[in-house]
């Protein structure tokens, strides 16, 4: 039920009654029910869907992560799993609409009872969640190897203690462990081209370059010079590798130079999470000082801001206790939206070229992490209570001007595009100087 009372500083020009509003279509309930809700160690950090739409994974609190299959087809948990929820927990459950989803058909089913429901016992507390994919061909029956890493999808796990276990999806086993953070791991991104290259950011102000098919070598360490980094991501070409921590850091490496680094400067607090667009031309950054922030990567430039509070708060406030925390950010596959969860009890979807107030909103209160379908258009919702709801943004036809702009912005990257025979306003749009 929609909250009519809701601070209107919220919202720039809108009351919440008048934003549409995203249905749920699942929900993944705590481990431990509700009863505990307020114990610390239950919280759901992170959560991530595979490349591939196939598997879902989320912390879900007392050192468990738990990995269940994804019904890809119909946009929701396969049948196992959400009797499974429903089976190992109590509490209240939220009103969930599936208008827009059909029951799983016998084919299906079939397909996703293959995939077995796994709650992965990591001895820690999790902090991220990572899925990385491997679309090697080559044959490693000559050499030895500790991982296998052949068209495998691996779970990675960032824990308490600095390390990070790696999972095999297809059979719930640990593969092997990763040492050499001294703190936190807090978080954890794949490369996305099959290499197996994962990065990883920790509280011990390091983020750390991985070759998982070497073994989990550690090949690199990274300083932002904050004291706690707090995400980190690859750009989807995997030529940018991007973190976000303390201190309003926001840093960029190119990394066939990873000795120089950008620095993103706007940020008036911590940043607390980092996403790039589907064609590496924008990068989003989640602060703590009521802001999420678009920016080109490849110039430093601003190009738009995503307030969570009205009027904007001075420097001053917004850097420090406002009510308003920016917990986390992420883009959907069309390029043009993204959703963002904040402490005043609302999940943001906005629409980047209207981005006045968002396009949908939904209440969903002491929401920590949120994340778009790599295929689709739902989005997950993790929270303080160690559960995850599922919720489904309307569907949407890209424009052709924008499916135009992403193929060539794939391939051009900003500082490149003046260079093209174009049209100064065509030159400005490729840019998304248009936002």
């Not at 039920?1 to 309930?29: A, H, Y």
């Amino acid at each position: 039920m929609r909250n009519t009372n809701s601070s209107l500083s919220s919202f720039r020009d809108c009351q919440p009654n008048e934003i549409e509003l995203v249905g749920v279509v699942d929900e993944l309930k705590p481990v431990n029910g509700l009863t505990n809700a307020q114990r610390p160690g239950l919280e759901t950090w992170t959560c991530a869907w595979s490349e591939d739409n196939l598997y879902f994974a989320w912390s879900c609190g007392d050192k468990f992560v738990r990995l269940v299959p994804w019904d890809k087809p119909n946009g929701r948990l396969c049948k196992r799993a959400r009797q499974y929820s429903n089976d190992s927990t109590q509490g209240e459950r939220v009103n969930i609409i599936i208008e827009d989803v059909e029951e799983e058909e016998e084919g299906d089913q079939e397909e996703n009872s293959q995939r077995p429901i796994y709650l992965l016992d990591c001895k820690e507390h999790v902090w991220s969640v990572a899925f990385g994919a491997s679309q090697s061909l080559q044959d490693n029956t000559q050499s030895w190897k500790r991982l296998k890493s052949n068209n495998c999808t691996l779970l990675a796990t960032g824990l308490h203690s600095g390390k990070i276990k790696l999972w095999d999806c297809s059979t719930g086993n640990l593969l092997i462990e990763l040492l050499d953070h001294k703190d936190v791991v807090r978080g954890i991104s794949f490369a996305q081209d099959g290499s197996l290259l994962m990065a990883s950011a920790a509280r011990d102000g390091t983020v750390k370059l991985w070759d998982l098919k070497d073994d989990g070598n550690m090949y690199c360490t990274l300083r932002t010079g904050a004291k706690w980094n707090n995400s980190c991501k690859w750009s989807r070409d995997c030529k940018y590798l991007a973190a976000v921590g303390s201190n309003k850091m926001a840093v960029i490496w190119k990394m066939d130079e990873t000795n120089k680094s950008r620095q993103l400067r706007g940020h008036f607090h911590d940043i607390q999470s980092c996403d790039f667009s589907p064609d590496s031309a924008l990068f989003a950054t989640a602060c703590y000082d009521t802001r999420v922030i678009i920016w080109d990567p490849y110039t430093g430039d601003m190009l738009l801001e995503l307030g969570h509070l009205y009027p904007p708060p001075r420097p001053i406030f917004a850097g420090g206790a406002n009510d308003h925390y920016v917990r986390s950010v992420s883009f959907s596959k069309d390029g043009l939206h993204v959703c963002s969860v904040a402490d005043d009890g609302y999940l943001r979807v906005w629409d980047l070229e209207d981005s006045c107030d968002p396009q949908y909103i939904a209440e969903h209160q002491n929401a920590l992490c949120c994340s778009f379908s790599p295929q689709d258009h739902r989005i997950s919702v993790g929270n303080r209570t160690g559960g995850v709801v599922f919720y489904a943004m309307p569907r949407c036809v890209p424009a052709l001007q924008q499916l135009c702009r992403v193929t060539i912005r794939k391939q051009v990257i900003s500082t490149k595009v003046d260079h093209l025979h174009l049209p100064v306003r065509l030159k400005e749009f490729l840019k998304y100087h248009d936002l």
